[in-house]
């Protein structure tokens, strides 16, 4: 069996296992934490690869602070996706923030930069057929480099982030964000970082092992489902706990002690 | 940046390396040494092209020196320019300290090696594999430069390196502001643009102490966190390696 098909662990936390129907994230907010000794941009193009399977009508519109588009290209081919054919059929739309810096020394200047991204990126959002509107997911990776762009006023980057989720209120987008948790582990009051905590809907966390390195284990992921209908109508958080490893094609997830 | 053209094939054979300090490996990584052999085998080849390296330095040891020394030194064995950024007030002052790669081995005892043939004894079934050992140095010493040098640090650089315009040396105290040396260094990066063509030139970039405190931008944060992020997108649009060390105290911000 293919293994870029069929779901894995990470697909059925998230709820992207469901092979047709309504874009599982729509209107939610995906939160993706991880650190250095961990990386968790491969749960960005695990989301981007199931957004752009053949059988369904999602568009994905990607704010790229860290990766070069021919970076993301070459793992989602690796993946089984084309980005490059997606991007020429108005799927997969990159928004190359890399050399993006807006200092706070105007105070208009400072925002210019973030306000004019919001309003391209909510001009495509309006722009975009009535059917796709439904299954747009906008992917921001990563937003600490948009802190570091705007020079540290995370005011300005949070105010982004705010102005993005209104979209997902309004239009129904899926908002899906990366976010480095150890940067702010040593302040005392990690206000940005739990900004976007209170602000997600669904938080990925990446970790490394708590017993430290090994070579077949990368490390341990969390999925925490905020505000999920339970069984009798209620609501309720749901948390899977699994571990992974990065492989060549693709990235194995798997419960401690098993391998898939 | 991205790439415009359609791609015939996902997977194109690697060019022959034509210039010597650059080494191809199958799934399209270039690397180039880092001038300390057993430090490009713990790394899996050496320093890939476009990656900017963080070395922070020991309050105890000048060990980043050797890396740093290693590492020019290395460019320029290869002839890659190289730019080199210091706090001192007088940076080209530290080009005399690089040291000089050591002479291999099999050049000094090419003429050696027949006479003493003769002299071994060697047991019957080995001579044969001795035989092909001998044409294979043969074939390889001969105009072929190493990938990574060893450097004999009690020997500086001779001036012939050191020549041209190859070496640009910038003082961190002239700059006031990190935007000037931003500036400085994407002129030197656009040298080496990335492109699909052939690789022609690959370039260098050693930055020493970039948060010392004798510099006027040393308090500024987020402007060195600015400029590290910007050098980083202008090494992925280039071909060239940036080594950057940091003092201890950086970490503790």
């Not at chain 1, 941009?41 to 519109?61: E, G, H």
């Not at chain 2, 080009?95 to 002299?119: A, F, M, R």
């Not at chain 2, 910038?170 to 040298?191: M, P």
Request: proline share 5%; with cysteine.
């Amino acid at each position: 069996m293919d293994p870029h098909r069929s779901p894995n662990l990470l697909d059925e936390a998230l709820g992207l296992d469901q092979s047709a129907g309504t874009w599982p994230l729509g209107g939610r907010v995906v939160l993706v934490e991880d650190c250095v000794e961990t990386s968790g941009s491969f749960v960005l193009y695990q989301i981007i690869k199931r957004a752009l399977s053949p059988n369904s009508s999602n568009v994905v519109i990607f704010l790229a602070f860290s990766h070069s588009f021919s970076h993301i290209d070459r793992i989602l081919r690796k993946l089984g996706s084309n980005l490059v054919a997606q991007r020429d059929n108005s799927r997969f739309f990159f928004f190359d923030m890399l050399m993006l810096q807006c200092p706070e020394g105007d105070e208009r200047k400072g925002k210019d930069g973030l306000v004019e991204l919001y309003r391209k990126v909510q001009t495509l959002v309006s722009s975009l057929p009535e059917d796709k509107k439904k299954c747009i997911t906008i992917m921001v990776d990563d937003v600490s480099l948009m802190e570091v762009a705007t020079n540290g006023s995370s005011d300005h980057a949070l105010d982004f982030l705010r102005y993005c989720h209104t979209l997902t209120s309004e239009f129904g987008c899926s908002l899906v964000l990366l976010n480095h948790e150890d940067i702010y582990s040593g302040l005392l009051r990690p206000t940005f970082l739990l900004q976007m905590e209170y602000l997600a809907d669904v938080m990925v966390k990446a970790e490394p092992l708590a017993t430290g390195l090994a070579s077949d284990v990368h490390g341990q992921m969390m999925v925490l489902s905020k505000g999920v209908c339970g069984k009798p109508g209620n609501l309720m958080n749901k948390m899977h706990n699994f571990q992974f490893r990065i492989k060549e094609n693709t990235v194995e997830y798997f419960y401690p002690g098993r391998r898939t | 940046m991205a790439a415009n053209k359609t791609r015939t094939s996902s997977f194109s054979a690697a060019p022959s390396s034509q210039t010597p300090g650059i080494k191809f490996v199958p799934n399209g990584t270039i690397f180039v040494s880092s001038g300390i052999p057993d430090l490009d085998k713990i790394l899996g080849g050496g320093f890939p092209l476009g990656s900017l390296v963080m070395v922070m330095e020991d309050a105890e040891a000048p060990h980043h020196m050797l890396l740093l020394r290693n590492f020019m030194s290395q460019g320029l064995v290869h002839n890659q320019p190289l730019l080199y950024a210091s706090p001192a007030k007088d940076p080209r002052e530290f080009l005399g300290t690089l040291p000089s790669p050591v002479l291999s081995k099999d050049d000094k005892s090419h003429n050696k090696d027949p006479e003493q043939d003769k002299g071994l004894r060697i047991a019957w079934q080995y001579k044969k594999y001795f035989g092909e050992n001998q044409q294979n140095y043969d074939s390889h010493r001969v105009g072929k430069q190493e990938f990574c040098n060893d450097f004999d640090l009690r020997k500086p650089l001779e001036r012939q390196f050191l020549g041209g315009c190859r070496v640009d040396c910038v003082s961190l105290q002239n700059f006031s502001n990190l935007g000037a040396l931003q500036d400085h260094c994407a002129s030197f990066l656009a040298q080496f643009p990335r492109n699909d063509d052939n690789i022609s030139r690959v370039g260098r970039l050693a930055i020493q102490s970039l948060c010392a405190p004798q510099c006027g931008y040393s308090t500024m944060e987020w402007e060195m966190l600015s400029f590290i992020r910007s050098l980083k997108g202008m090494l992925r649009s280039s071909y060239a390696v940036a080594v950057i060390t940091f003092p201890s105290f950086a970490i503790v911000l």
